[in-house]
């Protein structure tokens, strides 16, 4: 099984809200990754999580705060974002860090903020 | 310039042949991906190959890669109307990310 769940599958949110985006896993993976996609674009790597440790952040606003529970579970908590900042939010596992591994992607999640 | 490069659009018809190709700087990279992507829906792993291999074939799919030319094309025989999506071309950096080509649409027409 190479799935990786995302919910919801779509968001809408004000300026002032504050909302979480989740990602799961069941394959053992130990890294994991958001990934932020605009129209017409491919993903642009955010955030990436090694054993559970955050090991990349990619100059991301502190607008977005990613979390990691525990080895199965990724969390990425919104708040204050800006209209630019609607996109699609792409999850992503693979086995190991950096990169010859093959990454994994979840359907994503479609967010709106207005 | 960009490190991977894709052409933009390809137009087929339904049963023919389609070929993406796509083109990269970086040789170090140990996989070369093509990811399909359906709109509105997130990134499919469609096959990969290692860099020690020429051609790599599945079913409908045939990936030939060109190491002298730093060239990766992705074959997909009897294209039908379910293949019409975005396919991106990648490969690992030094690094975590994936470096993904702009990816190319792929319209199969009846």
């Known amino acids: 099984d190479t799935e990786v769940t995302q919910t919801p599958k779509h968001l809408v949110m004000g300026m002032t809200n504050k909302k979480s985006l989740k990602c799961e896993q069941h394959m053992g993976h130990r890294a994991m990754y958001w990934y932020k996609q605009k129209a017409k674009k491919p993903p642009e790597l955010m955030f990436v999580?090694?054993?559970?440790?955050?090991?990349i952040n990619e100059s991301v606003p502190s607008r977005f705060s990613p979390e990691c529970p525990n080895s199965s579970l990724l969390n990425l908590h919104l708040h204050a974002l800006q209209p630019e900042d609607s996109a699609l939010y792409l999850c992503a596992s693979s086995q190991e860090k950096q990169g010859a591994d093959t990454q994994y992607f979840g359907p994503g999640t479609r967010l709106t903020v207005l | 310039g960009e490190d991977v490069e894709q052409s933009l659009f390809l137009s087929v018809r339904e049963g023919d042949s389609s070929v993406i190709n796509c083109t990269y700087t970086?040789?170090?990279?140990?996989?070369l991906y093509w990811y399909k992507q359906e709109p509105g829906a997130g990134l499919q792993l469609l096959t990969y190959i290692f860099s020690n291999m020429d051609m790599k074939q599945d079913q409908r799919l045939t990936v030939l890669l060109n190491k002298k030319d730093k060239h990766l094309s992705l074959r997909i025989a009897d294209t039908q109307t379910g293949d019409s999506a975005i396919y991106f071309c990648a490969r690992p950096n030094s690094g975590y990310a994936l470096n993904f080509g702009k990816g190319t649409s792929l319209l199969v027409t009846p």
């Open positions: 970086d040789s170090s990279s140990t996989y």
């Open positions: 999580y090694s054993y559970e440790k955050l090991s």
